[in-house]
Structure formats: C-alpha cells, structure tokens
C-alpha cells in the first residue's frame, strides 16, 4: 500500500509542477498583436528595392557576357610554360615555348639541362612568382631568362 501512496503522490506532484511551468511559459511568450501590427505599419516596403537591385544585376550580367573577356596572351602560356618546365625542363622545352631562339634550347640540352638542373628550377620558381605577367621572359634570348 506504501508503494501505491508513494507512486500516486509522485505522479500528482508531477503533473502540478508541469502545469505550473506550463503556466508560467504560456506568460513568457505571450504575443502582444498591437506591437506585431504597430511594427508593419513602420515598416517600408522593400519590394521596389529589390526589384530594382534584381534588374541592375541583370544588365550588368547581360553586359558582360555582350563583352568578350580580354586576356593578356602572357595569362594563356603561364600554366603550359609552367608545366613543360616542371616535365621537361632539363631539355628547355619550356623556354622554345615561350618563344626563345634554339640556341638557348641547345645550350640546355648541352650544359646536361641547364647546369645540371639548377637552370630550369630556377626557371620554374621564376615563372611561378612571375605568374600574372609573363611577358618579360617571351622571346627572352638569354640562357638565364630572369638575368636583367
């Protein structure tokens, strides 16, 4: 019998105390509607606005692809210079794509790829740090196309 008393005591706490938080939060968010309504009355429309940023994002969009990019031919030989240099770079394969005349090439293939592979490393550290503009080492004539 004790156990009986004590589980219908615990169940009728329980469920007061539930009862007493519900309470309590159904007061805490509680919606005033004058505010809500006091809120959208202030507020603009922003409808025009967007529209209008929507349009302008529109001709801007329209206008670029009417326009042809413009890419600096030095831009299009970064990544296959870059990549002769690091696969073939002891035969200056890269330096005859950028435009040098064959003796250099020759001078390469000579000097066992360029002194012994220094040349053509330092090539490709130079053409890495040199990526935005390459036109400095086209038609270079120099064994070293970084010397000044």
């Known amino acids: 019998m004790k156990k009986l008393f004590l589980t219908f005591f615990a169940a009728v706490t329980f469920i007061l105390s539930n009862n007493a938080m519900a309470a309590e939060t159904a007061d805490m968010y509680m919606v005033d509607?004058?505010?809500?309504?006091?809120?959208?009355?202030?507020?603009?429309?922003?409808?025009?606005?967007?529209?209008?940023?929507?349009?302008?994002?529109?001709?801007?969009?329209?206008?670029?692809?009417?326009?042809?990019?413009k890419v600096k031919a030095s831009d299009q030989k970064f990544v296959p210079a870059l990549l002769l240099?690091?696969?073939?770079?002891?035969?200056?394969?890269?330096?005859?794509?950028?435009?040098?005349?064959?003796l250099t090439w020759i001078g390469y293939i000579?000097?066992?790829?360029?002194?012994?592979?220094?040349?053509?490393?330092?090539?490709?550290?130079v053409?890495?740090?040199?990526?935005?503009?390459?036109?400095?080492?086209?038609?270079n004539p120099k064994f070293f196309m970084w010397a000044k």
């Open 33 to 69: 509607d004058q505010q809500v309504e006091q809120l959208i009355a202030q507020s603009e429309d922003m409808s025009m606005m967007v529209a209008q940023a929507d349009l302008m994002q529109t001709t801007e969009a329209a206008t670029s692809l009417a326009q042809p990019a």
């Open 127 to 139: 053409i890495i740090i040199n990526n935005e503009n390459l036109s400095q080492f086209v038609d």
């Open 85 to 102: 240099n690091l696969f073939l770079g002891g035969f200056g394969i890269h330096r005859l794509y950028l435009g040098t005349k064959p």
């Open 110 to 125: 000579l000097t066992c790829g360029g002194i012994f592979g220094i040349v053509p490393l330092v090539d490709l550290i």
